[in-house]
């Protein structure tokens, strides 16, 4: 079992250099990725939150990237036009559209399958406990993400800045 001392070391590790570090290789990846399939990184994400959220209106996908509206249509016709995504008439609202998947199995399963394979393989060193210990971490960090985010632009909507005191501290 590891002395307090070392787990404080691994855990300033982690946030001070290691999530950072990975978090730039993740980013780069999907530029990699956005760039091989022909769109922006910005439309690539835009279509990844699609196929992780389900269909969604144009202001949905907007309020959840941050995105203005305006900005959402030029992504949504570049999808659109690349054959990624399709629009349909929202059957409750005329006016408003959905946002549908074109493909039923997008290029992208071509492209990140082989890192995919790769991470499965290197999931294998793992023992179930470990492997328990990573699913929760990459949850709740994806959930603590998510949290920021949304602090984040509230604090920039409201033209307020960060101070160190309301930093999260881990």
């Not at 769109?39 to 389900?54: A, F, H, I, Q």
């Not at 570049?78 to 995504?85: C, I, K, Q, T, V």
């Not at 984040?152 to 501290?169: C, F, K």
């Amino acid at each position: 079992m590891p002395s307090i001392l070392k787990k404080r070391e691994l855990a300033k590790e982690i946030v001070e250099k290691l999530a950072r570090r990975h978090s730039t290789a993740v980013v780069l990846f999907h530029h990699a990725i956005a760039e091989r399939m022909g769109v922006g990184p910005t439309d690539y994400k835009c279509l990844d939150l699609l196929r992780e959220r389900g269909h969604m209106t144009g202001s949905e996908l907007a309020a959840v990237t941050g995105l203005t509206t305006g900005a959402i249509t030029g992504v949504v016709a570049r999808l659109e036009r690349a054959g990624y995504l399709r629009r349909e008439p929202d059957p409750h609202d005329g006016r408003r559209q959905i946002l549908h998947l074109a493909l039923k199995q997008s290029p992208i399963h071509e492209v990140i399958g082989p890192l995919r394979k790769d991470v499965a393989v290197m999931l294998k060193d793992f023992d179930a406990q470990q492997l328990i210990g990573i699913t929760q971490f990459m949850n709740r960090s994806t959930d603590l993400i998510y949290r920021h985010i949304a602090l984040l632009r509230a604090q920039t909507l409201s033209g307020r800045q960060t101070t160190n005191e309301e930093s999260v501290q881990i």
